[in-house]
Each structure stands twice: as C-alpha cells, then as structure tokens.
C-alpha cells in the first residue's frame, strides 16, 4: 500500500531535549515536505526537499533541521525544543514537484514541549 | 512571508445547500491547489489548477484559477454531511523557490443533516 508514515504519532516531551520525528514514503519520490498546522495559522511549511542531498527552507525553518541521505526518509530534527514549537507535523512527498502536485500526506505527529 | 487570504473562516450550512469558498493573494501564481482534512488526518488533494482562467470539476466540486493570476475559488455543491471538514487553498508563487507551497488558513465547513 501506497503510504506516508511518520513516527512518533504523538509525543510530549522537556524544552532543551533534542528529538527526530522519522518520515518515511514508499513511492518512491523525488519531493518531500514538512508542515507544522497551528490553530488559525492553517499549514506552515518547514522544509522540504526536491531530491536526494537537495534540501530547501520554507516559511518557518527556525529551530528545525532536516536531511535527505536516502530518497525514501527526510527525517525532522528538533536539536533544542521550545514550547512555541508544540504543534500538529505533517510530512508530505509526491513524485516530482514539477508535476501533479499529488502531495501524500502522513498521518500528523502532535508534539507538545513543556 | 508570503501570505494567502482564505475565506469564510467557518461556514455552518444546512445539508443540500451550494458552498462556495475563495483565495486571494497580493502575490501572482501559477498554480493553485485545493485540500480537504478530515479531522485527525492529512490534508488530500481535491483538485488542481495549472493555468489561469481554468476551471475543474471533481464530481461535485469545482474549482477555477483566477484570470487575474491572484485569486481561486471552490465550490461545492448540494453539500452532504461527509464534506465537514477543513478546506485549504494553496499555491505556487511565480517568482517564488521553486518547492515553496503556500497554504491558506482554511475554510471550515460545518453542515447539519
């Protein structure tokens, strides 16, 4: 089955304590993408990437880092949480940005930082 | 940074009844997107306009792209209660990086049966 997952779903953890929020697609995609969604700001983007070892800033990469090594993973990395960053994740892929723009979306990860 | 203007906010509609929803920027695109989100999942594409002045249809959904370059509309019509949820706009700036997808804030649309 075709499929976006990401890991943890949900997670809760202490400002300062450094985590990943693991992304992966089965597709076989070129594009991928990270959004953080906030009450009444709608979809952020974060990152995103159009291929291996090519990766990009969106709207509101401060405080997140990425990395593409392989095609199929483009995991998130927070080195130092802050509770402004308390949101819901989506990461995203579709096979080529240039085309359908047919984005796959993941399930979401709500992260909360105290 | 760049900036769609989505609207309604929110819509409360009865069951049978026509939505329409809309996207505006100061910005041009060249192209516009349209999702929906069930409450508790990702976003799924709806539909997809390349061109301005295009307009597309998805069962009972249409969508056009602006001649203007600057704006999108959706509308739904003869509503049923399974399309509650959250409608997000979205697009591609000319001039903008190339992977940069802009998201509106979203429509919510409620109907009562």
């Known amino acids: 089955e075709a499929q976006v997952t990401q890991n943890p779903r949900y997670l809760i953890t202490v400002t300062g304590k450094k985590l990943t929020v693991t992304c992966s697609q089965n597709m076989n995609h070129e594009y991928m993408s990270w959004y953080r969604q906030d009450p009444g700001l709608g979809l952020r983007q974060i990152y995103y990437?159009?291929?291996?070892?090519?990766?990009d800033k969106g709207d509101v990469p401060e405080g997140y880092k990425v990395s593409r090594k392989e095609k199929r993973n483009f995991p998130l990395i927070l080195e130092s949480p802050s509770p402004n960053q308390t949101s819901l994740y989506f990461c995203?892929?579709?096979?080529?940005?240039?085309?359908?723009?047919?984005?796959?979306f993941g399930p979401g990860t709500r992260l909360t930082v105290t | 940074g760049q900036q769609l203007n989505q609207s309604p906010q929110s819509m409360f509609i009865q069951e049978g009844e026509d939505v329409s929803m809309n996207c505006t920027s100061s910005?041009?695109?060249?192209?516009w997107l349209w999702y929906k989100q069930d409450p508790g999942e990702g976003p799924v594409l709806l539909i997809a306009l390349y061109k301005a002045g295009e307009l597309t249809s998805n069962g009972r959904l249409t969508a056009q792209f602006g001649i203007t370059r600057k704006d999108s509309f959706l509308n739904i019509s003869a509503s049923i209660p399974s399309d509650v949820g959250i409608y997000f706009c979205a697009g591609l700036i000319v001039g903008g990086s190339q992977g940069n997808l802009i998201f509106g804030k979203g429509t919510k649309l409620s109907v009562k049966p």
């Open positions: 990437s159009m291929n291996v070892e090519v990766t």
């Open positions: 995203a892929s579709s096979y080529r940005f240039s085309t359908a723009y047919e984005q796959y």
């Open positions: 910005s041009i695109f060249n192209t």
